[in-house]
């Protein structure tokens, strides 16, 4: 564990109750892509199988059942508790590309073809990649209200805090992975235009508005 | 090597 990991890992959970937070004191989901979450919730899924199988630490068990409960629970709100709030008619990214493409590119590029490493593999990408959905959204109803932004520079920051993580331990610890390494370029690319839209105009105070 | 017994990370 190392200082970029630690905050990164932080700054998911703090996404995580943000989105939570913004949900349940505006009793609405307006705005949230349920197919984001819904990728979140398998791409936790698929990862954490070794829940059963390896036992790493106590913060590495607690911090899965955080995510996986989260992102269900989150599922939970947006789909039944507060569907009427639910902007289903604009949340129509197409999933098929997404999903097909990670499991084929999985099925090519693996450490090994044991299943639960597959699966793996499988989250591994797609998790960086499940955040489009929600990106896609935004650039439909062309803004997000300032909570939802919060959000997503969180979650934006946890994965790209994570490649320094990666830097620091392919120097001090002489650890690489490059499946991860690789998915989560492409994740923390994909936030860059909305991370420069967070820093000129959600932290100046103006609404986040699509140019 | 890649290290596949047990992710440690997130």
Redesign the interface.
């Known amino acids: 564990m190392n200082i970029f990991r630690l905050a990164g890992d932080l700054s998911h959970v703090v996404a995580i109750f943000l989105l939570l937070w913004k949900i349940w004191t505006t009793r609405s989901c307006k705005g949230i892509s349920l197919r984001s979450q819904g990728l979140f919730a398998l791409v936790f899924t698929l990862r954490y199988l070794d829940l059963f199988t390896t036992y790493i630490s106590l913060y590495n068990t607690v911090m899965k059942i955080l995510f996986i409960t989260s992102s269900y629970g989150t599922c939970y709100l947006i789909f039944k508790k507060f569907r009427a709030t639910y902007d289903h008619n604009v949340d129509n990214f197409p999933l098929q590309y997404p999903l097909g493409a990670c499991v084929i590119l999985a099925l090519i590029f693996n450490h090994s073809w044991d299943p639960v490493e597959l699966l793996w593999t499988v989250s591994i990408y797609l998790e960086s990649v499940a955040i489009m959905p929600q990106l896609w959204m935004i650039q439909k109803t062309g803004e997000a209200e300032s909570v939802t932004s919060h959000y997503l520079f969180a979650l934006g920051a946890y994965r790209a805090l994570y490649l320094l993580n990666w830097v620091y331990r392919y120097f001090e610890e002489d650890h690489f992975d490059a499946i991860v390494v690789f998915a989560g370029i492409i994740q923390t690319v994909l936030y860059c235009d909305f991370f420069y839209l967070y820093i000129t105009k959600v932290l100046r105070g103006q609404r986040l508005k699509m140019p | 090597e ?9």
Request: charged letters at 55%; aromatic letters at 0%; a negative charge.
């Open positions: 890649d290290d596949i017994e047990g992710h440690d990370e997130l």
